[in-house]
Every structure is written in structure tokens, then in C-alpha cells.
């Protein structure tokens, strides 16, 4: 069963209009971590953002905010405004504490923004 | 301060033939990873290492070997390639095991085998 599920594969925006990338989790954990990550055309892979589970406050930073609800297991990525620069694959990542030696990652989403 | 460096970045290796990727990092992390990236899906963990000698398998190990006599160098070892090998791979560090401050990822080496 896949643990991190993304469902949208691809988004294509205009730039200056605001996204939402999903990003819908599975644990019996009760202690677990959330991430977010950026891989730009170029490839590299570029940390976003890391979530505990005990911690479900909403998360800004610049344009970008994370909403964490763990009623419905999910952590979702919104970028305010969107920009050209913002294109890129994100990826939504889980780090169990009782397997927390790897991250399950999501299938990514494929951000374009348009100018 | 340079992270992660992999090595080398592009390769082309025909079937059955071996070959070492380089994973170095010089941030003292005791955690390294090796994923594998295929296109359109999401990272798949190989190998991974808690510290210097003391390695594990992650999710697809087979195909594949790794060492880790030190604690900055991490190589993951291809034995007789096959078409499936045929991907992007990711060394990654942490400094602590629940990756506190997320991974350090590589710039990753894309690998084709022919």
C-alpha cells in the first residue's frame, strides 16, 4: 500500500494564481514525521519544510503555507501567488519513528506556471 | 562547504557491466542514503548506513552493494547491470535519524544501461 499519495501527477497554473498540491498520508505511528520537497528542472531535491505529527499548526513562510490535519491524514502544500520559479516536481514525504531510517515518498506533483 | 557530492553525474553502462557511484559528504553526518529515482515515480530507498560499518537494505536492494568504512564516504556498487538499473540515483545524509533538519540530498547521477 502506497504510504504517501500524491493523486495530482501534473498542475498547470497561470503565474500570480494560487495552488494547492495535495499530499495524503498512511500511518499507525503515532509519532511521524512530514516533509516536503522541490526538485527544480534541474534535479537537485531541495528541503521544504518538515512537520511532527504532534505539531498541527498551520505553517508560512513567504508564499508558501502547509495546512496539516491529521483527521484526515493529509498535508498540503499552497503557493500564494504563483511564479515562474516555483516550477518544478514537488514531492510529499513520511518518516515513521519506528522506521524512521527512510522517508516514503509520494509519486510527486508536477508544478508549471505559466507566465 | 560542499554537502553532498556525488560522482559522477551521467553514465552510460552496457548490460553486465559493473561500476561504483560516489557519495561523499563533509557535514559529519552519521546517516547516509541511497534512493533511486524512475521517472514519474518517487524515491525508493536501496541502502542505507546509521554510521561508519554498519550498513542495512532498504526497499529494492537487489542488484546492488554498498560499504561504508568511513564516516564521510558512502559508494553504492552496481554488479552486472541490467536494463532495469536504468535510473537517477540520490545519495542523501542526515545528522540525526529522524532527519530533524531534512535530507541533504546529492545532486544525483543519472544512470543508463544499454
Known amino acids: 500500500a502506497q504510504k504517501v499519495t500524491q493523486a495530482q501527477t501534473e498542475i498547470s497554473v497561470v503565474e500570480k494564481e494560487d495552488v494547492t498540491l495535495d499530499c495524503v498520508y498512511e500511518?499507525?505511528?503515532?509519532?511521524?514525521?512530514l516533509f516536503w520537497y522541490k526538485q527544480p528542472p534541474s534535479g537537485e531535491l531541495v528541503f521544504l519544510i518538515r512537520?511532527?505529527?504532534?505539531?498541527?499548526q498551520n505553517e508560512i513562510s513567504g508564499r508558501y503555507s502547509w495546512n496539516f490535519q491529521k483527521s484526515t491524514s493529509s498535508f498540503n502544500f499552497t503557493i500564494t501567488a504563483s511564479q515562474v520559479v516555483d516550477s518544478a516536481v514537488y514531492f510529499c514525504?513520511?518518516?515513521?519513528?519506528?522506521?524512521?531510517?527512510?522517508?516514503?515518498f509520494g509519486t510527486g506533483t508536477s508544478l508549471t506556471v505559466i507566465p | 562547504n560542499a554537502g553532498v557530492t556525488q560522482t559522477p553525474k551521467f553514465r552510460i553502462l552496457k548490460i553486465g557491466q559493473s561500476m561504483t557511484l560516489q557519495c561523499a559528504q563533509d557535514?559529519?553526518?552519521?546517516?547516509m542514503y541511497w534512493y533511486r529515482q524512475d521517472p514519474g515515480m518517487g524515491l525508493k530507498l536501496i541502502y542505507y548506513?546509521?554510521?561508519?560499518?554498519?550498513?542495512d537494505k532498504g526497499e529494492v536492494p537487489n542488484g546492488y552493494n554498498v560499504s561504508r568504512s568511513t564516516t564521510e564516504d558512502f559508494p553504492l556498487r552496481l554488479e552486472l547491470a541490467a536494463p532495469s538499473q536504468t535510473s537517477v540515483y540520490f545519495c542523501?545524509?542526515?545528522?540525526?535519524?529522524?532527519?530533524?533538519?531534512?535530507?541533504?540530498f546529492g545532486s544525483g547521477t543519472r544512470l543508463t544501461v544499454v
Open positions: 542523501a545524509s542526515s545528522y540525526d535519524r529522524y532527519a530533524n533538519y531534512g535530507y541533504t
Open positions: 500511518t499507525r505511528d503515532t509519532t511521524y514525521y
Open positions: 512537520r511532527n505529527s504532534f505539531d498541527e
Open positions: 514525504a513520511l518518516s515513521e519513528v519506528n522506521t524512521g531510517n527512510q522517508f516514503y
Open positions: 557535514m559529519n553526518h552519521n546517516y
Open positions: 548506513s546509521v554510521g561508519a560499518g554498519i550498513t
